[in-house]
């Protein structure tokens, strides 16, 4: 079948929710063109007599079960299971079977409509924190603010992570959620509600001529958002571009691809081969060349047509990335719909970067790698793009930077006089790379100019929580004197002077 549209390919593996309201699509996976809608001139028959001689068994079973089971039988029921049956048979994790309301909820996940009260939250040292309120959401309109700490839902107390359902509902259903904020104990009714948000951000960072671009989701109108933000923020005299892609678990090929042509003239997205194994490149034509440094950064949820863009720009000579491997799917699916309303969706191609690097369960490492911590990530991605001065604060629940909110926090942990950070953020911070050495519990860190300094466990200058590195700031400041820092109800600000 000849699909000359990118967006018939869908490309999303659902890995996690943290947003409340969630995808009506509890568990959507690709973003959803359909191969009804493929060009004139495309035929594909079914229903030759081998197919009716092949289908008669079932229709047999079906008779049966109808006719003698004392349980008697669901007719769509079992025909949904046998289908599903035949599609998990294929022991693939992408292709799927959708009823008409899972396409539309799936649909609904990758274009960024939700229901609920808006809201991005962690539980942390047991309590549950708002890390973000949601633009056009309900818990906007109602007045939660990022930072409150959700106590109660529906009077009853917030205990453990899993109290988090609570707050998930249907649509015109009412929630009450109370809050503590500074001491204050506040209570706000929320009907729950669809609202949209939008798949593209950004911001020029404060103190430097670097753009920030985040992409969540490469929707319908994904490309569309990016070119404005781009152009707002070339007007505003930006020279370094960071393009955020963590997080971001894919879409619309069509997306990325007219993305990609922000970035570069002409060259190849990316390679595809299907059931013949010939390579077929999908070349772009007719964009422009980006004409500044691009750093992307990644996570390990980067999946899909993330993996497209970032493998594109960086084997294109255009990006370097920066953070943690991404998330490995190189397999482009297709939703086919059928004759009783359901969709199957089946993965149709595997694809390879420009450099025809098949990373499928594998991912793409980067070329500067920064681990599980999102505000090291970020300032790494600044420095690199070419920002000269760096700021940051934060709590268990914020993260700015130079005066910007990003999403992310700064866990600290504090014994007496003495004050941890994690050991990333302080790294990247003087623009360092730390190293641990298990065996004697000492984390080096390595500056640009080659000099070390340590901190060790026994010293008590560095402690190892849940597998992560925490350095203690005085003794950090002693070894780097151009680090300020103040540590104020629960806030940590650094910075580098």
Known sequence: MILTSFRKYALIPMLSLSLLGLPQAAGAAEAAGTASTAEAGTIIQLGTTETSSDLQALQEVLNYLEAYNIEGVERQEFLDNAIRGMVYSLDDPYSD???????????NGVNQEFVGIGVTLRFYNDKLYITDVLPNSPASKSGLKAGDIIAKVDGQAVTSSEDVARIQGEENTLVKITVNRAGQTLVYPITRAHFSLPSVTGSVIPSSRVGYIAVSSFSDTA??????KLTSLRQAGISALVLDLRDNLGGYVESAANIAKHFMKDGVLMYTVDQSGELQPVEITGGEDIGMPVVVLTNGLSASASEILTGA???NGIAKVVGAQTYGKARIQNVFPLSNGSSLKLTVQAYLTPKQVDFNHVGLKPDLEVNNNAAAQLITGMYEAGARKVSVSGGPASLNINGTAFPGYIDVIQSGKQVYAPSRLLSSLIQGT?????????????????????????????KLVDGESYL??????????????????????????
């Open 97 to 107: 079977y959708f009823s008409k309301e899972d396409l539309q909820d799936f649909e």
């Open 223 to 228: 490309d569309e958002e990016f070119a404005q």
């Open 313 to 315: 720009l960086r084997d």
């Open 434 to 462: 730390p190293a641990w050495t298990s065996s004697i519990g000492k984390l080096t860190i390595t500056d640009p100019l080659g000099k070390q300094a340590g901190f060790t466990l026994a010293a008590k200058t560095a």
């Open 472 to 497: 203690e700031l005085h003794e950090f400041q002693k070894k780097y004197p151009k680090l300020t820092w103040s540590y104020k109800q629960g806030i940590l600000n650094l910075s580098i002077n």
